[in-house]
């Protein structure tokens, strides 16, 4: 199962290793981290639902179901 601990020191690693190469790419990723991963913090969220697809694919996946 996903732990928001584990993807918290895997961000911090990246973010240790390409501050110095890439700075605007690290400063996204720390702004918007928390926030791409507040959905983990609900217990009723289905994980299988949250996936992107192309728009086709899905309204197919939808008609199907």
Request: aromatic share 10%; with cysteine; glycine share 2%.
């Given at each position: 199962?996903?732990?928001?601990?584990?993807?918290r020191k895997k961000?911090?690693?990246?973010?240790?290793?390409?501050?110095?190469?890439?700075?605007?790419?690290?400063?996204?990723?720390?702004?918007?981290?928390?926030?791409?991963?507040?959905?983990?913090?609900?217990?009723?969220t289905k994980y299988?639902?949250?996936?992107?697809?192309?728009?086709?694919?899905?309204?197919?996946?939808?008609?199907?179901?």
């Amino acid at each position: 199962m996903f732990d928001i601990k584990q993807a918290r020191k895997k961000r911090d690693e990246i973010v240790n290793n390409y501050e110095s190469l890439y700075p605007a790419m690290v400063k996204c990723l720390d702004d918007g981290f928390e926030d791409s991963f507040q959905y983990c913090s609900c217990e009723e969220t289905k994980y299988s639902r949250l996936k992107s697809k192309k728009m086709l694919e899905r309204v197919n996946e939808e008609i199907r179901r």
